[in-house]
């Protein structure tokens, strides 16, 4: 259903409004990827405003704990209905973002309240919409201070994962959570098969985009542009994919003319890199349709084939009978690691949702390990940070299969400084014994 709104597409109170539909979705449990794709499409947004629409949630998001405890202090009662929650939140985020603001403050006020007023559900509450605003401008350094002597204040982060965070990694937990709420990079993978690192690097400087090698294959952009800017990208020169992410494929020592699993591919980054790297008998399996979809659209830009298999990786109903050389096992998990691109994930998180993940990864894993050759090779990875799906879940899973654990980097967690700068990522590569016949 499209959302007729008289306020102009380029205005700020537009792109609040937006967000703020946005920002309530993800509030009832919802994604925000999908959120912001509905929120699009429902007020017919242009796509030169959808790129607002996508930062003010991003950055609302990033801050929610912060707004969120405001608007407690700033309110009696939680703001209703949902989409005026969303607004204040949005507001509220962007106004006590520290550094330089992105917005002047009575003017972020003016579009909130042109925002609420314009909309049916929340004109009602347009002099609220004000009021509270105002007094935040008012009682900024005050509000502020307080909110911030809270965890999710401090953090913005619930404060189970906080306090779970500071459990875990004693030395390491306010870099990883700091990490976490930096934007992330533009990094690409360059593919070998079509040009070369250094070549890249020319093109890009000949179009003043300035860049430098991170990894055998990676580049990080210093300034991240809109992808369809990027030379080469349509014609399949490079991809988007995080620095740590590339480690996959280089670990998986496959070698041409090898039968390869990649389980859980979508939406095929890894499936790309591994087909860059050599030729292989590749099949990607994922158990939702939609998504290999996405597969074969990357695989597409890249000029590369592997077999698309739709399939549960805890059965074996799409297994042919024949082994496999190498398997790639990015099992599900809480996406505890990659939170910096997915600000939402720390908000729709549970925490037994740990335990449930890492039960389903242990089916899929003892699964795939029975379609490996003897000899063969099977590299564990997960986007977490939480031992529970990363380092128990490997010792346990090389106990119970007697399976020889290979050299590979382990837990990296999230960093984000000038030298380096990737996602938290888990790896551990197995090798099942005995030889072929």
Not at 23 to 49: C, H, I, K, N, Y
Not at 51 to 77: C, P
Not at 162 to 178: A, F, Q, S
Not at 188 to 200: E, F, I, K, M
Request: charged letters at 20%.
């Amino acid at each position: 259903m499209t959302t007729t709104l008289s306020l102009h597409h380029d205005s700020l109170a537009f792109q609040l409004h937006g967000a703020a539909r946005a920002v309530s979705r993800v509030l009832a449990g919802g994604a925000l990827p999908l959120a912001l794709t509905q929120v699009f499409t429902e007020m017919d947004a242009p796509p030169g405003t959808r790129g607002a629409i996508q930062d003010i949630a991003y950055r609302t998001i990033r801050g929610l704990g912060m707004a969120e405890v405001l608007l407690g202090l700033l309110t009696t009662k939680a703001p209703q209905p949902p989409i005026l929650h969303g607004l204040l939140c949005c507001a509220l985020a962007l106004a006590a973002e520290r550094g330089e603001a992105a917005y002047p403050s009575f003017t972020l006020v003016d579009q909130a309240v042109a925002a609420a007023a314009d909309d049916p559900d929340m004109a009602h509450a347009k002099g609220m919409v004000n009021a509270v605003l105002r007094r935040f401008l008012r009682e900024e350094a005050m509000l502020l201070e307080q909110a911030g002597k809270t965890p999710p204040g401090a953090w913005n982060y619930p404060t189970w994962w906080i306090d779970r965070m500071r459990e875990v990694y004693p030395r390491d937990w306010k870099d990883i959570l700091t990490a976490g709420n930096q934007p992330p990079p533009l990094t690409l993978r360059v593919n070998r098969r079509r040009t070369s690192v250094a070549d890249y690097l020319l093109t890009l400087e000949q179009r003043s985009m300035s860049a430098r090698q991170i990894g055998p294959d990676a580049i990080r952009l210093l300034k991240p542009v809109p992808v369809a800017q990027l030379p080469g990208f349509a014609d399949g020169l490079i991809s988007v994919q995080d620095a740590a992410t590339q480690q996959a494929a280089p670990l998986l020592d496959v070698q041409d003319g090898m039968r390869v699993l990649d389980a859980c591919a979508a939406p095929g980054g890894k499936t790309g890199h591994l087909l860059e790297v050599a030729d292989l008998d590749l099949y990607a399996l994922d158990h939702d349709p939609r998504r290999l979809t996405r597969v074969q659209e990357n695989l597409d830009r890249l000029q590369l084939q592997a077999h698309l298999v739709c399939g549960d990786a805890t059965g074996r109903d799409w297994w042919d009978g024949l082994p496999f050389d190498r398997i790639l096992a990015d099992v599900p998990c809480t996406a505890s690691g990659i939170v910096r691109r997915h600000p939402d994930i720390r908000w729709l998180r549970r925490k037994s949702d740990t335990l449930q993940l890492a039960t389903l990864s242990t089916k899929i894993l003892d699964n795939l390990w029975q379609m490996l050759r003897p000899d063969g090779k099977l590299l564990l990875v997960t986007c977490s940070v939480w031992p529970q799906e990363s380092e128990q879940q490997a010792s346990a899973f090389a106990i119970r299969n007697q399976a020889i654990r290979l050299p590979a980097p382990g837990q990296l967690l999230p960093t984000a400084n000038a030298e380096v700068d990737h996602d938290g990522l888990f790896y551990a590569l197995f090798q099942k014994p005995g030889v072929l016949p």
